[in-house]
C-alpha cells in the first residue's frame, strides 16, 4: 500500500527540494517498514519509526510534529494517492481563506486494502 502512496508523492508538481516527506510507521508494522526499506527513498522522503499505541490511524502522525518543517503540514493515509496539483490546490485555499481560517481538503483515495483483488 505504501508504494502507491510514494509513487503518487513523488509525482506532485512541487519542488522535490520544497518537500519534507516523513512517512510515520508504528514499530511493529513490520511489513510496511519492510516495503519502505525496499523503496530505498532519499530525500525528501524519511521514516519516522513511533511506538505502537492506539489508535493506529492518522492521529499517530501528529505527535511527530516535533520534526516537521515548513509552514504547510499534509497527512495522508496509506491508501492515500494526492493529485499532482493538491499541494498547489491547498496552498491557494489558505491563501483564499484568509489568516487564522482553517482549512481542509480530501484528495483521492485508493479503495483497495491488503489482500484485496480487483
Known sequence: ???GLV?????????????????VV??????????????RLGA?????VVPPSQP????????????WRGRFVVVYDAEDRPKPDQLRQAVAAFGAAGRGSAVC?????SRRRPGERG
Do not use: N
Open 105 to 109: 481538503r480530501h484528495g483521492s483515495t
Open 1 to 3: 500500500m505504501v508504494e
Open 44 to 48: 525528501p522522503f524519511e521514516e519516522v
Open 7 to 23: 509513487a503518487a508523492l513523488r509525482a506532485l508538481d512541487d519542488p522535490p527540494e520544497r518537500l519534507d516527506i516523513k512517512l
Open 26 to 39: 508504528e514499530a511493529d508494522d513490520a511489513a510496511t517498514r519492510a516495503a519502505i526499506r525496499r523503496l
Open 56 to 67: 493506529r490511524t492518522k492521529p499517530k502522525a501528529l505527535p511527530s510534529r516535533r520534526r
